[in-house]
Structures are given as structure tokens and as C-alpha cells.
């Protein structure tokens, strides 16, 4: 079976300044990982996915996560966060070839000016 | 995104109605999924259809029912409506050759 933990609830940064969501996972098999972001009131978007090409993976809006297999983790940064960073953010497993997917309970990240 | 909706977008209904949201897709994905989210608890898949003849059940599908009515059009049904259904709700689709999945903007569905 496969689980995710991500292991910060609330993130609160001042704009500027780096962000790190930490995420670790559970899987029996080889697995694809994700990290999407969900603004207040909209829909989930892709922000990256690591699929086994490259432990490091860059993806939209300056992110980037690195996937650790001995660690089993795969946390998100942010060089330098925006006040539109301002969201929901959700690691996310898959297995079964997409089937299924096991997502973490989401960090919700905080921008102060 | 846009290439996957949702109708409607909020929703107020009592218990023990009988409610439906729909899904529609432009993707030309032949995979379509229903999920809800509660706080603290992320997305949690309810049903799931390869096709139009292929309907599974997730790990949350007690209380619900769903229609694969086209490859385009994947709708939840709630017979009866109670409370605990009280929830955001989610469409994907997901095309084949990929395990990428595409989510529409959500349903929020308030029972009373």
C-alpha cells in the first residue's frame, strides 16, 4: 500500500525569503510523484512530477523538488517566494500506471509581505 | 483548467435529495475520475471509468453513483444527500500512455 505524508500542515514564509514543503511517501513499487498546487477557490495544477528521468525536477513558477529514494521523500522549494505563491499544496503518489493516485493532507503556505 | 469542467460550481441542497454534478472534458482523455476533499485529509477517490462500458469503485464510494454517459461526460450522482457528504468535489481525466491526471476547478456541495 502506498501513503504520503507531508509533514507541515501550515507554511508561513515573508515574500522573498525561500520555501521548503517536506513530503515523504510510502510505495511498494517504483512510484511517479507530483506536486500540485491549489489558489483559493480553483481547481488543482500540476506543478511538477518526478517519473524517474532525474532525481532533481524543475517545474512551473521557480519550483523544483528532489526526489530522495533512501530518504523516501520528495520535498518542494522555492528560491525566493512570491505573495502569489499563496496556496494549497499537495504531494501527491501514484501507482497502478496513473489508476491510483494517494494524496497527502496538503501544506497550506502563507505569504507575508 | 479550462479542458475540464465542472457544473455546477456550488451547490446548497437538504438531506435526502437526490443530486448530480457533471464532468465534461475536451482533453480527448479516455480516463475520467470522481474524488471529494475534506480538510486534512487531501483527495480521496470515489469512482473511476477507463470507458464508457468500464465503471470501478474507489475506496470512498459508498453513497455515490456515477455515469460514464459519453467519453467526454463522466457524472456523480448523490441518491440521497446527508451531511457527511458535505465536500469539495473533483473531476480528472487522465489520457492512456500517461500517468499524468488533469483536475476540473470543483464542485463545492453543501448538504444540510
Known amino acids: 500500500a502506498q501513503s504520503v505524508t507531508q509533514l507541515d500542515s501550515h507554511v508561513s514564509v515573508s515574500e522573498g525569503t525561500p520555501v521548503l514543503l517536506r513530503c515523504n511517501y510510502s510505495?511498494?513499487?517504483?512510484?511517479?510523484l507530483f506536486w500540485y498546487v491549489q489558489h483559493p477557490n480553483k481547481g488543482l495544477q500540476l506543478l511538477l512530477k518526478?517519473?524517474?528521468?532525474?532525481?532533481l525536477v524543475k517545474g512551473i513558477n521557480g519550483f523544483e523538488a528532489e526526489f530522495k529514494k533512501s530518504e523516501t521523500s520528495f520535498h518542494l522549494t522555492k528560491p525566493s517566494a512570491h505573495m502569489s505563491d499563496a496556496a494549497e499544496y499537495f504531494c501527491?503518489?501514484?501507482?497502478?500506471?496513473?489508476?491510483?493516485?494517494?494524496f497527502g493532507g496538503g501544506t497550506r503556505v502563507l505569504v507575508k509581505p | 483548467d479550462a479542458d475540464v469542467t465542472q457544473t455546477p460550481r456550488n451547490r446548497i441542497t437538504k438531506t435526502g435529495k437526490r443530486i448530480m454534478l457533471e464532468c465534461s472534458q475536451t482533453?480527448?482523455?479516455?480516463?475520467m475520475y470522481w474524488y471529494r476533499q475534506d480538510p486534512g485529509l487531501g483527495l480521496r477517490l470515489i469512482y473511476y471509468?477507463?470507458?464508457?462500458?468500464?465503471?470501478n469503485k474507489g475506496e470512498i464510494s459508498d453513497g455515490y453513483s456515477v455515469s460514464r454517459q459519453a467519453q467526454a461526460k463522466f457524472s456523480l450522482s448523490l441518491e440521497s444527500a446527508i451531511p457527511n457528504q458535505t465536500a469539495l468535489y473533483f473531476c480528472a481525466t487522465r489520457g492512456g500512455g500517461t500517468d499524468t491526471q488533469y483536475f476540473g476547478p470543483g464542485t463545492r456541495l453543501t448538504v444540510l
Open positions: 518526478y517519473t524517474s528521468a532525474a532525481t
Open positions: 471509468s477507463f470507458d464508457v462500458k468500464d465503471i
Open positions: 501527491v503518489v501514484s501507482e497502478a500506471a496513473g489508476n491510483k493516485l494517494t
Open positions: 482533453k480527448g482523455h479516455d480516463r
Open positions: 510505495s511498494s513499487y517504483s512510484p511517479s
